[in-house]
Each structure stands twice: as structure tokens, then as C-alpha cells.
């Protein structure tokens, strides 16, 4: 028999999220693309719900987690602040720490 844990991470700061999976991927994707509009298309989402979502953030981080150019003849543009890519980082980090943990609290149930 194969057992799994399932879980899910994010991080609230005054009751709202800061971060989550959904989050740090449009975070992502803003570094990739430079662009919220094409970040949203990536990820298959409409360009409100990622300013939506990139607006919660930079209203519950202490900092700003992009940085944002208006568009025009040239277009817009977004990029991580350097904050706002330590922020994803660490996200990353607990994420994977915490599957590590659940890997191994999983072996007590198999020992059963």
C-alpha cells in the first residue's frame, strides 16, 4: 500500500496572504516575462486577477515585491524587487523543507 501526505503552504501576515503557491508562481513568472500581462497569460489567468493578486501582496509584504513601469509606445514592464525575489526564495525554501519533514513523518505510518 502507498500512503501520501497532502499539504499546502502559505503565509498570512493581519489575516490576509501574503504568500502561497498561486502567488510565488505569478511572482515567477513576472521574473521571467517582465511583464504582469504576459505573467498572467502564462499561467492562464486574466491580467485582473494577477493584479489583484500581486496588489494583496505588495499591501501585506513590509516592502514592495515588483517593480512597475506604465505602458505606452514601448510597453510596460514589472520585475521582482530584490525583496520580493529573497521573499519567493525563502518561500521555496520552507516549501521544500517542509515536504522533507512530511516525507519523514510519513515513514511512522508505514512502520505501522
Request: net charge positive; aromatic share 8%; hydrophobic share 40%.
Amino acid at each position: 500500500m502507498s500512503y501520501k501526505i497532502k499539504s499546502r503552504i502559505w503565509i498570512e501576515s493581519d489575516n490576509n496572504v501574503l504568500l502561497g503557491e498561486g502567488r510565488v508562481h505569478l511572482l515567477k513568472a513576472i521574473q521571467e516575462t517582465g511583464s504582469l500581462s504576459k505573467a498572467a497569460k502564462s499561467l492562464n489567468i486574466s491580467y485582473k486577477k494577477a493584479w489583484q493578486l500581486i496588489d494583496s501582496v505588495n499591501k501585506s509584504a513590509k516592502k514592495p515585491v515588483t517593480i512597475n513601469s506604465i505602458g505606452g509606445k514601448g510597453g510596460g514592464g514589472a520585475e521582482l524587487t530584490d525583496y520580493g525575489l529573497s521573499l519567493v526564495n525563502a518561500f521555496d525554501d520552507i516549501n521544500k523543507n517542509c515536504w522533507e519533514f512530511l516525507d519523514q513523518q510519513l515513514e511512522k505510518i508505514k512502520l505501522l
